[in-house]
C-alpha cells in the first residue's frame, strides 16, 4: 500500500505561483510513476503532470506546459508540482497518483486526498 498526502494548495490571483508538494509513504514508490490530476466542477478529472520516478523522465499536459514543473526528492519521498503564471482555469481541486506513469487515471493505484487550488482574476 501507498499512502500520498498532498499540501500547498490555497488561493491566489492570476498571475501568481504555488507549489504542491505530495508525500508518499509505506511502499516505496522508487519504480512508480507519479501524476498529478486536477478536477474542476463539473468537469472530467485530468491530466497535468507526470514523473517516472526512477528515470526523471517527466510529461505535462499542453495546458500547463512552460508553466509547471513537476519533481522529486528522493530523501523526503517526496513530489512536488511547481506552478507559476497561474490562471483562473487552473482553479481545481489537485491529486496526486502513484502507479504506472502515464496520462491516464487508470495507470495510478493509489490516489492522496486532493488539495484546492483556486486562482482570482
Known amino acids: 500500500q501507498v499512502q500520498l498526502v498532498e499540501s500547498g494548495g490555497g488561493l491566489v490571483q492570476a498571475g501568481g505561483s504555488l507549489r504542491l508538494s505530495c508525500a508518499a509513504s509505506?511502499?516505496?514508490?522508487?519504480?512508480?510513476?507519479m501524476g498529478w490530476f486536477r478536477q474542476a466542477p463539473g468537469k472530467e478529472r485530468e491530466f497535468v503532470a507526470g514523473?517516472?520516478?526512477?528515470?526523471?523522465?517527466?510529461d505535462y499536459a499542453d495546458s500547463v506546459k512552460g508553466r509547471f514543473t513537476i519533481s522529486r526528492d528522493n530523501a523526503k519521498n517526496t513530489v512536488y508540482l511547481q506552478m507559476n503564471s497561474l490562471k483562473p482555469e487552473d482553479t481545481a481541486v489537485y491529486y496526486c497518483?502513484?502507479?504506472?506513469?502515464?496520462?491516464?487515471?487508470?495507470?495510478?493505484?493509489?490516489w492522496g486526498q486532493g488539495t484546492q487550488v483556486t486562482v482570482s482574476s
Open positions: 497518483a502513484a502507479g504506472s506513469y502515464g496520462r491516464y487515471a487508470y495507470r495510478y493505484a493509489y
Open positions: 509505506g511502499r516505496t514508490v522508487s519504480s512508480f510513476g
Open positions: 514523473i517516472n520516478w526512477s528515470s526523471g523522465s517527466t
